[in-house]
């Protein structure tokens, strides 16, 4: 019996994690949801699943939205005790933030409503270089700079990646969020065991549609730091000549 009660907690917990909206019918999504920053004149989707809790077969109506949000389906069948989904999609025309609410019911029982949003943006991202030298440092020694990242367009600016060429070059942050406007401080750090000098390319992937990945060009140099008596071999990745 315990063990029984114990699996209907755990089963009752687990459910309880995924978020629903409505009752009776439900929608297996955040009861606010909001669009990441989305250009002008493109589009941004989600797919929601819909349950229908009835012993019935339903169809399900959706209503309330206008531009620029827009349902795929606006009466969808779901079968008895079943599911189904339909495309969410949101298509600005212009910058600015929009919201609205999506209205739905079953023709035979259950209902509810979906408070959605979204910017609408066109940004242009820069930096304050295109081409960093970090410098020298002693091999398996740190040295580190930085970068500023701009957004000079309208809206909110995502950075969703920031990936290297080279695993000796690292970034502070892999992904954020600029205002327009405003700009981010991107800190850089190099740390190798290999002398001489390397080279890497930072690439940075945002919402911008003109430059959807920004490349910036890495350099630092590494040497060795030998004092005393010399035991062993040098070589070319050790050696400080």
Not at 18 to 37: C, H, K, R, T
Not at 175 to 200: K, N, P, R, Y
Not at 219 to 230: H, K, N, P, T, V
């Amino acid at each position: 019996m315990k063990k029984q009660l114990l699996f209907l907690a755990v089963l009752f917990c687990s459910v309880s994690l995924f978020a629903q909206v409505g009752n009776g019918i439900e929608l297996q999504i955040a009861q606010d949801y909001q669009f990441s920053p989305t250009t002008t004149d493109s589009t941004n989707s989600v797919t929601i699943v819909v349950y229908n809790t009835v012993a019935s077969e339903q169809q399900i109506t959706f209503t309330g939205l206008s531009e620029p949000f827009y349902t795929s389906d606006s009466v969808l069948t779901v079968a008895a005790n079943d599911s189904s989904n339909f495309v969410l999609s949101f298509t600005p025309n212009n910058s600015g933030d929009f919201s609205d609410v999506l209205e739905f019911s079953g023709n035979i029982f259950g209902s509810g409503a979906l408070n959605i949003s979204g910017e609408g943006v066109q940004v242009s991202i820069s930096s304050s270089t295109d081409t960093l030298n970090l410098g020298t440092t002693a091999l398996d020694e740190m040295i580190s700079s930085s970068i500023t990242i701009f957004n000079t367009g309208t809206g909110t600016m995502e950075i969703t990646d920031i990936t290297s060429s080279n695993p000796d070059f690292t970034t502070a942050l892999t992904s954020a969020m600029i205002s327009d406007g405003s700009s981010l401080e991107l800190g850089i750090e190099f740390h190798t065991l290999v002398s001489g000098q390397s080279t890497s390319t930072i690439s940075i992937y945002s919402n911008d549609p003109e430059s959807p990945v920004y490349n910036i060009l890495l350099q630092a140099s590494a040497i060795s730091e030998l004092s005393g008596s010399l035991c062993g071999t040098l070589n070319s990745t050790n050696s400080p000549y």
